[in-house]
């Protein structure tokens, strides 16, 4: 008799989970609450995201998974704490896709991201979506990009901070368009949005779930959104690239802890993670927040933020971008 694919997906969840815990439970790990360490303030997908695995995590390992804000810095503030911490699998880092550009766009770090730290899980994907609020006169991108021609220097383009991905697509959108924006950087999605609803700010490369309920209030107006198909969350809404050829920005997040950390902890936590990803439940809530689900091994992922780190430096480079 067939499953059927509802069941499928239970059971393989359950097997993942299964295999999981088992190496977790010979190590006994974790006999103690684990902290994970997030670089973006509250409210924001990232946030949410990580706050939805740690509670997944948390109910089959039986322990606390405890999400720390450290926002700042785009990150690197939260990178370097769990960087300089013990690599004992009890301090981990929710990274993003800014870890992959401030390698290349902040010269003297403190760390090097790729050798100081050990990939466990990429967790999903995101697309960014082009906004500006319900009062700005352009109703499409090629009335922005006309509009911004028109008006040089005069429009300001809000990020989540320097160097992160709302940033670099704001900045490839000026080389493409041939268009100048005054970039205004800020601390994570939520005070962004603020200031772009109550027009301080022009545009901004926002995250779906950061911003959707936003643009159902008719508060935000979306242009376009940053990859190449258009979303079941947004099938109005164009792609930048039905405008602008190539043009593709998307930005991931996973888990990653201090190097040395023992490979049956980064073992055990990825398969975990994989088991939280086909979960139903699980995947109803990140399809509401506009993310898709990344699953993959260790090896996967480091691949994923070396590739990812080698595209933005030749963006980054070409474009002569530097912290603000």
Known sequence: MQLHRRRF????AAALVAGAAAPVAAQAY???PVRIIVGWPPGGVADIVARLVGQWMSERLGQPFIIEN?????????TEAVIRAAPDGYT?????????TNAAFYEKL???FISDTVAIASIVDSPLVMLVSKSFPAKTLPDFIAYAKANPGR???ASSGSGTPPHLAGELLKMMAGIEMLHVPYRGD???????IGGQVQVYFGTIGGTIEHIRAGKLRPLAVTIARRLDVL??????????AGFEVSSWQGLVAPRNTPAGVVDALNKLINGALIDPKMRVRLAELGVTPLPGSPADFEELIARDTEKWAKVIRFAGINPV
């Open 190 to 196: 939520p005070p962004a949005i603020a200031d772009l």
């Open 155 to 157: 429009l300001s383009m």
């Open 235 to 244: 099938p109005d809404v164009p792609t930048l690239g039905d405008s602008l």
């Open 92 to 100: 981990l880092l929710f990274a993003t896709a800014a870890n992959a």
């Open 9 to 12: 997906l239970q059971l393989s």
């Open 70 to 78: 450290r926002p700042g810095a785009a990150t690197n503030i939260a």
């Open 30 to 32: 974790p006999t103690r």
């Open 110 to 112: 403190s760390f090097n």
